[in-house]
C-alpha cells in the first residue's frame, strides 16, 4: 500500500465550500474533495456554545502537498481557526499513483494565481 492523506475541514453551509473544493483541485493541492451535505455543528467558540450550519469537506491529496495545501485552507477559508485535521491513510498502488499524478504539475497543469 502507499501512503495518502486525508485532510477534514468544514465550511458554512453554502456556495464557498464548492468554490473552496474547486480551487483545491484546479490548483493541483488536492486529487478530489468531497462536499458533503449540510449538517449541523455543535462547537464552543470563545467562551460560549454555538451552533451552526455546515459542510464537511473531505480532501484527497499526496503527502508531499500538505504544507501548501494547509496554507492555501489559510488563505481562502473564511474561519479565523479553519478545521483542518490530517488522517495518514494507505491506498491501492492504482488510486495512490492517481492521486500522485492529479496534484503534480505535469506539462500544460495550471499553476496557482498568486
Known sequence: MNECLIVLTTMPADERAVALARSL???RLAACVNVHAPMISTYRWRGAVEVEGERQLVI?????QLSALEARIRELHPYEVPEILVLSGAAGAAYAAWIDESTSAGPGAPSRNP
Open 25 to 27: 483541485v484546479e490548483e
Open 60 to 64: 484527497k491529496t499526496a503527502p508531499g
